[in-house]
């Protein structure tokens, strides 16, 4: 059984209704499927050591040995090896740096004493890696068969930026997930669901065709039934996990861990590794000490202006169920903490001492060391060909800029030159530039975009009304503008208009949303009406078509969206040859589908359907004009 996105939402609010209702009989459901899987496994043992047995019992038994009953003999040992080796599967050990406890004592005493307080198992290995990140492994040793191997991963660049009460919190809600003091029935859940999926994972890379024949049926029936079943389980799981980072740290940093992380999270990746990154225009090798500039610029380069617009970005997010985790605003409120100015401030001010100093003591330089060191020798090759992008984008700056000064340059020469103003010289220099474009397009999504910002930096309002008239071109942009705009007037203390654009953010965040879903599969009951591809985009995925010897009729239309009606879902339905062995059991598209998406960017945005099972869709997609754009010669 699969779930598309819509089956696969309607059954999570069903099963959220019925885990409000009825908890108890909920978990006794997800408690039968999550035995059902180990069933599957001690069934098939049993079946190995019967055969097993069988061939001892025929051994022993044998008055003769004959040619047949040898062979016989040696095949039922064969099926048994097989059985036995597809049970065995490896699962590989999280990367990272190892510590030691001689080396980062502290560290190993927090984790020690939370795991004790939480009941939770104690660690085998704790690994620094350069992720912002921190999380627990549990890796089976005996594969399916369990006995566990505990492994904490903490990210550098997360002990950077937590003061060590958040940091507690942080381990308080990851070793939460295993923890005695809650439900051991939600943590061992979570911990089936990792396991599932990693085994899908080891059997896939395994290379053993054999082994993943044996569980294939079962794993694709089993594993996304399942997955949706304990769904609303492992979200609440999360919401325990956050109160056990309260019972541990308390409810003011489990609550401010959670604002901190999203906005050093942000921080990092829109100011610190793009100035990074900006280096390469200047410098043909990348930075020697990376991460001790991190450090510092966690120390203290977090203004409360940026802090806010962060904040803001966070909050507007909603929970959905492509992820167990649910969203900031939901996790805030489970806690009953409710955000407001003051504290958005209090989590940009500089940090006096870092986790990372705290629990890793004299070590830190060494590994700052470490992780620059890597980094720069992992960037260094596709740092040295930006460089070289680079001065070719400097000199078509400068060409273009001798150009203007002889003639007009076309819009689209005037947006590039603006572009690469900004770029390479700023803000400054980039906004009479931007105003001609306006000037000769008033429209101009980009420009006024670009613009509004720069001019909402300088605190000058009227970049609002630049920031309106992109986002009236460009639909993409409007969560982004609303919480620069929010973000400004909050600045400004016009609270109830600030609101007002953080509500419009959030609204359309749900459109968002609605869309994707409407989006996400096709189905008999959709209505379709003809495309309006060009016909040169047509005859391109013909010519493409007639290298796939498997594809026999193609059919083009386009999808009647309620969200978004004016940017067209169309959908290529494909009917194929298959062979033989596909038709025995459920065909796989998936190599198909895939190459076609790679020699062609225009289905990059289209959805692709296989109608081999879906004869009554062909029907209806005939009868809507135009729609059939290739057939192979010979079929009919």
């Known amino acids: 059984m699969t779930f598309n996105q819509e089956r696969f939402d309607k059954l999570i609010q069903k099963l959220e209704v019925f885990a409000n209702k009825q908890p108890h009989l909920y978990k006794l459901h997800v408690a039968f499927l999550a035995t059902l899987g180990y069933a599957y496994i001690f069934l098939v043992l049993a079946v190995t050591l019967t055969l097993l047995v069988g061939i001892i019992f025929l051994m022993l038994n044998a008055h003769s040995v004959n040619a047949s009953s040898l062979k016989g003999v040696l095949f039922l040992l064969a099926f048994a090896l097989v ?3 597809s049970l065995w599967v490896s699962f590989p050990p999280p990367t990272g740096l190892s510590l030691q406890s001689k080396d980062v004592p502290n560290l190993y005493s927090l984790t020690n004493e939370i795991s004790s307080k939480l009941q939770a198992p104690r660690f085998h290995h704790i690994l620094l890696t350069n992720d912002f990140n921190a999380g627990v492994v549990q890796r089976p040793r005996l594969g399916l068969l369990g006995w566990q191997q505990n492994y904490l991963i903490v990210g550098l660049p997360l002990m950077l930026a937590l003061p060590p009460e958040q940091f507690r919190a942080v381990l308080a809600h990851e070793l939460g997930h295993l923890s005695g003091n809650h439900s051991r029935f939600s943590g061992w859940i979570y911990r089936q669901r990792q396991t599932w999926y990693r085994l899908v994972k080891g059997l896939r890379q395994s290379g053993n ?11 694709t029936w089993y594993i996304p039934f399942f997955n949706a079943y304990s769904f609303v389980l492992a979200r609440m799981n999360e919401y325990e996990a956050d109160r056990c980072a309260v019972d541990i740290a308390g409810e003011q940093n489990a609550a401010k861990t959670l604002m901190n992380v999203e906005v050093k999270a942000r921080f990092l990746e829109d100011y610190f590794w793009s100035n990074v990154y900006k ?4 410098e043909i090798e990348p930075p020697k000490m990376t991460y001790a500039a991190m450090q510092e610029a966690l120390n203290h380069k977090v203004s409360p202006e940026e802090a806010s617009i962060y904040f803001m970005q966070a909050l507007a997010e909603k929970t959905n169920n492509a ?5 900031l605003a939901d996790r805030l409120k489970a806690l009953g903490y409710l955000p407001n100015e003051q504290k958005e401030v209090a989590i940009s001010t500089p940090i006096q001492t870092s986790a990372a100093q705290e629990f890793l003591g004299n070590r830190l330089e060494k590994f700052i060391v470490h992780f620059s060191q890597a980094w720069r020798e992992e960037i260094a090759t596709p740092w040295r060909q930006k460089y070289a992008e680079s001065q070719q984008s400097i000199a078509t700056l400068k060409d273009l800029n001798q150009k203007s000064q002889k003639q007009q340059l076309t819009l689209e020469e005037a947006s590039q030159r603006a572009f690469l103003t900004l770029e390479f010289e700023g803000e400054e220099g980039v906004m009479p530039l931007l105003k001609e474009i306006i000037h000769r397009e008033a429209n101009h999504a980009s420009a006024n975009y670009l613009l509004g910002q720069i001019l909402l930096n300088k605190q000058d309002a009227t970049g609002i009304e630049y920031i309106e008239k992109a986002i009236a071109q460009n639909s993409s942009i409007v969560i982004e503008g609303c919480q620069i705009i929010c973000s400004f007037l909050k600045q400004q203390g016009k609270i109830n208009e600030a609101k007002s654009y953080q509500e419009r953010a959030i609204n ?3 459109l968002i949303l609605k869309a994707q879903q409407e989006r996400s599969n096709v189905g008999e009951k959709d209505k379709f009406e003809s495309h309006t591809v060009s016909d040169i985009e047509v005859n391109k995925l ?6 796939h010897p498997d594809i026999i009729t193609a059919y083009l239309v386009q999808k009647n969206i309620q969200f978004f009606p ?9 009917k194929r040859k298959v062979s033989f062995l596909e038709g025995i059991q459920e065909p796989d598209h998936s190599k198909l589908v895939n190459s076609l998406l790679q020699e062609n960017e225009f289905l990059g945005n289209v959805f692709i359907f296989i109608l081999n099972s879906h004869l009554n869709m062909e029907k209806k997609l005939k009868r809507i004009p135009n729609s059939m754009i290739y057939q192979r010669k010979g079929k009919k």
């Open 323 to 327: 992820d167990t985790h649910p969203c």
């Open 508 to 510: 359309y965040h749900e």
């Open 566 to 574: 004016e940017k067209p879902f169309y959908v290529l339905a494909l």
């Open 279 to 282: 280096q390469v225009q200047t």
């Open 542 to 547: 013909c010519q493409q078509f007639s290298h």
């Open 83 to 85: 059985l036995v080796r």
């Open 209 to 219: 065709e054999v082994s993943w024949l044996i569980f294939e049926r079962f794993l």
